[in-house]
């Protein structure tokens, strides 16, 4: 990639519990980054809430933070940024006043259930079920996508509806909320979202890209409220008066999951897992609109600038991932950070039969059970923290293999790009992959290899590129160029028993069942 010292491209990386600014140099070398955390609100069990407010406010400082960063260290960033990517959680749901620019309620996050009698509403009174949308959107109804989440919000909140009849109502995932600010806001901030995250909010259809009117009627959703849907790499504005950086165009937006495929460099029939809060696998399955039979959702790739083709991808999303590190770290106290679990993990050679289902939300990707909870099943009296440690990290790893066995069955052989030793080479990112004991159970339960960049946080990196690409700093096939990243990449080869593994996963299944229907226990 390009040397040129003096070009940089900036990368809003907007997550579930973090936002972060990161600036990268022509050679896609990260020379300055900021991050904070900002607050969760969990005001009823099972619901999850942000203040609009304060992710734009977090999206302030980090620019600011990092600018400041890369700065000290010599680099002219204020002269030589040529754009910025954005990316961000996807499906959580804002809803804001077109005239005074204030959220009419908080963001409505995820992994929210509150929306789930509208599902099974839903669900008897439409024809076509649970999968009514299916057929355009590639996604079942569930509490997860935006749609519902705004049918939650037009039917409770008193101001929203007057918003919405008034005319003075607009709806966006993170990415809409965060564009219109930078570029102006109330006075005339452009309202667009891009087709990744569109095609989350059950309402776009995967083939014209456009959002679906038959789905707009069904649900009596206006569509006036909606934004325009856009490529992932284009200039789409200009950041306004009053944030630190003036001027810079906006060139790319994705999803995180998607600029995490984008920045992983995944081709037509490779994989990719993000393992944050959640825990996310996509394949790309390239021009093709893969429908699944086995509890995945169809979604898009990437799509790499207005006239440029279409990827899709099959995708597996996993609600609970890293959060159970959380968990135990905050709601239990076992551990008094999150690098302390491998440690702990370490001193055991297994978990003593114990199998930890981390359903607190429900289950998704393939089960799609929001009945379900939580359960830790199999301990005696010989369990101790190290087991339930252990028991955590093969959590996400046995969730990632259910997903991946889903995925297999849905590509075919001839929807995925193996090595020359016939093996499935499963990508991964994300900030709990710095573990290595998860990289090597997960290649474990798998059996077949994980590779780990040297570059983990490949969110950030894939807006980045999304971005340079829009404006000339790179091209495609500098992106997906992958030798020179395979060079310093880690790959982790099983060495579990073929016997076992299976036994292990046999035992996994049985736990997975008794999280069913439990989401009615007697507080």
């Given at each position: 990639m390009s040397k040129e010292a003096a070009v940089f491209i900036g990368s809003i990386d907007q997550g579930t519990t973090s936002t972060r600014f990161i600036i990268y140099d022509g050679s896609a070398k990260a020379v300055g980054s900021h991050q904070i955390e900002f607050t969760q609100?969990?005001?009823?069990?099972?619901w999850v809430e942000h203040d609009p407010m304060e992710i734009l406010e977090s999206v302030r400082i980090c620019i600011a933070k990092a600018l400041d960063k890369a700065t000290a260290e010599g680099h002219n960033v204020d002269s030589g940024l040529?754009?910025?990517?954005?990316?961000?959680?996807?499906?959580?749901?804002?809803?804001?006043?077109?005239?005074?620019?204030?959220?009419?309620?908080?963001?409505i996050v995820w992994m929210d259930?509150?929306?789930?009698?509208?599902?099974?509403?839903?669900?008897?009174?439409?024809?076509?079920?649970?999968n009514h949308f299916e057929p355009s959107c590639g996604l079942p109804i569930s509490t997860y996508f935006s749609a519902t989440k705004l049918l939650w919000l037009l039917e409770n909140v008193e101001a929203v509806r007057e918003a919405v009849n008034s005319g003075d109502a607009v709806f966006g995932t993170v990415d809409t909320w965060?564009?219109?600010?930078?570029?102006?806001?109330?006075?005339?901030?452009?309202?667009?979202?891009?087709?990744?995250?569109?095609?989350?909010?059950?309402?776009?259809?995967?083939?014209?890209l456009n959002w679906d009117k038959e789905t707009l009627k069904a649900l009596e959703i206006p569509p006036e409220i909606l934004p325009k849907i856009v490529s992932n790499s284009e200039i789409i504005g200009k950041i306004g008066t009053g944030w630190p950086i003036p001027g810079v165009p906006i060139a790319?937006?994705?999803g995180d999951q998607h600029a995490a495929m984008l920045g992983q460099a995944c081709g037509r029939g490779e994989a990719k897992s993000t393992y944050g809060t959640g825990a996310f696998i996509l394949l790309n399955t390239g021009a093709e609109i893969v429908h699944s039979k086995h509890g995945l959702l169809t979604t898009m790739a990437?799509?790499?600038?207005?006239?440029?083709?279409?990827?899709?991808?099959?995708?597996?999303?996993?609600?609970?991932?890293?959060?159970?590190?959380?968990?135990?770290?905050?709601?239990?106290?076992?551990?008094?950070?999150?690098?302390?679990?491998?440690?702990?993990?370490?001193?055991?050679?297994?978990?003593?039969?114990?199998?930890?289902?981390?359903?607190?939300?429900?289950?998704?990707?393939?089960?799609w059970r929001d009945d379900a909870r939580g359960v830790c099943v199999g301990m005696t009296r010989f369990t101790n923290k190290s087991h339930i440690c252990r028991a955590v990290l093969e959590s996400m790893c046995f969730q990632v293999k259910d997903v991946l066995d889903s995925m297999h069955k849905d590509a075919g052989e001839k929807g995925e790009v193996k090595n020359e030793k016939g093996e499935f080479l499963l990508r991964v990112d994300g900030g709990a992959t710095v573990n290595n004991l998860l990289m090597q159970l997960?290649?474990?339960?798998?059996?077949?290899?994980?590779?780990?960049?040297?570059?983990?946080?490949?969110?950030?990196?894939?807006?980045?590129y999304a971005a340079g690409l829009a404006v000339g700093v790179w091209k495609q096939n500098q992106i997906f160029s992958t030798e020179e990243k395979a060079k310093t990449a880690r790959i982790f080869h099983p060495t579990l028993e073929e016997g076992l593994r299976k036994k292990k996963v046999d035992s996994w299944c049985k736990a997975v069942e008794r999280t069913f229907d439990l989401a009615d226990l007697s507080l």
């Open positions: 609100f969990y005001p009823v069990a099972g040529k754009a910025i990517g954005i990316t961000n959680q996807r499906e959580t749901t804002v809803v804001w006043s077109k005239s005074t620019g204030l959220p009419l309620y908080n963001a259930v509150r929306t789930s009698s509208i599902c099974r509403r839903l669900e008897k009174e439409l024809s076509g079920g649970r965060l564009i219109w600010n930078l570029t102006g806001g109330v006075k005339n901030g452009l309202h667009v979202t891009d087709v990744s995250n569109a095609s989350r909010t059950m309402l776009m259809n995967l083939k014209t790319g937006c994705l990437f799509k790499l600038g207005p006239s440029a083709p279409t990827n899709y991808a099959l995708e597996g999303s996993i609600a609970i991932a890293g959060a159970a590190v959380q968990w135990l770290r905050d709601g239990l106290g076992i551990i008094n950070n999150s690098a302390e679990i491998e440690e702990l993990a370490s001193k055991v050679d297994s978990t003593g039969g114990v199998y930890f289902v981390p359903a607190f939300n429900g289950l998704f990707a393939p089960w997960q290649a474990d339960l798998l059996g077949s290899p994980v590779l780990r960049p040297e570059n983990i946080e490949t969110t950030a990196l894939g807006a980045a």
